[in-house]
């Protein structure tokens, strides 16, 4: 691991017991001494800490004025930016000419100003491609200075509020700028878990001292890598670079509740972003495969790169992201699968060791979504 990155608060983690692995570039805690299930199960009990300081954190500070820099980025994805209102936040695509998408991100209105926050594995090239196409109406500034914690679950409004009790007022996707004793934070009220809970940017002088005042409360736990993932596939939602990449399109994806009325056909700003031929005919025609969710029979789990078939042996696609739920205490899975396979219910054969194994179409989430709108 010589070559990777570190994070800033890497000797918290070796202090609190973390097992470091390699992940996009970084050296990352994937477990603590609790292990993958009970951090898991604690986050959605309690509250979970994440350090998710490898994700990527961008300022998108207008040239001249704030409309053009609005329209600008608009024109990257097939998502309504001028309807945000200041202090929201929203889930972007930047899709390429074919429709495929080239990373999944947040953006949040703050008035003068846009923050993005992108996919550790995708951050020089999303930063790059934000240059490319907005550089004659913003600057793209990276910031390199701050850490950014994820605080997840029930008592996460609790436990924060002790820090920055404005955060309490928050609603689901809310943004604000909070002092505190470790500096100014950039709260944002959302996450990667299905479970209540903030993301929270914090300079790195202070990150140290935040993190270890969230863990001394009885109801902060650290969680890492592991139970991040499992915690994700449980809540249904994407993770770059398996369920979805620039050979997925957003309506393959399921994603289509990302593309507001306004930027669909008819709508008052339709179109525009790159793949809209492609991308416009799928929403109104349908598309030849569909991300759905999977419950394989049995405790056994169904893990990515499994190939999936019907009962006559026709190949209908693959699993993309699959494991255990803790929380369902049942193997789940999410994966491709042709159209005509697609409907809820019903029943496919995944390959697993030279045995075809029945799997059930299932509806996405597996695990209801908490958050506080």
Known sequence: ???????????????????????????????????????????????????????????????????????????????????????????????NDAGGILDD??????????????????????????????SGVAEVIPVTDRALLALQGPAAEAALARIAPQVAAMRFMDVGIFDSAYGPLWVSRSGYTGEDGYEVSVPDAGAEGFARALLAMEEVQPIGLGARDSLRLEAGLCLYGHDIDTTTTPVEAGLTWAIQKVRRTGGAREGGFPGAARILAELAAGTARSRVGLRPEGRAPMREGVELFSAEGEALGRITSGGFGPSVDAPVAMGYVA???????????????????????????????????
């Open 1 to 95: 691991m010589a070559d990777l990155m570190r994070l800033g608060l890497h000797d918290l983690h070796l202090s609190l017991g973390g097992k470091m692995v390699p992940f996009a570039g970084y050296e990352m805690p994937v477990q603590y001494p609790a292990g993958v299930m009970k951090e898991h199960l604690h986050t959605r009990a309690a509250a979970g800490l994440f350090d998710v300081s490898h994700m990527g954190q961008v300022i998108l500070r207008p040239k001249a004025d704030m409309a053009a820099l609005v329209a600008g980025f608009e024109a990257m994805m097939p998502v309504d930016v001028a309807g945000l209102a200041q202090g929201r936040q929203r889930y972007g695509l930047f899709t």
């Open 105 to 134: 991100l947040m953006f949040a209105n703050r008035g003068d100003h846009l923050f993005v926050v992108v996919n550790a594995a995708c951050k020089a090239a999303d930063i790059a491609h934000m240059q490319a196409h907005l």
């Open 339 to 373: 159209a005509s396979h697609a409907a809820i219910g019903t029943t496919i054969f995944g390959e697993l060791r030279g045995k075809r194994l029945p799997l059930t179409v299932c509806d996405l989430p597996f695990q209801p979504t908490t958050y506080k709108r």
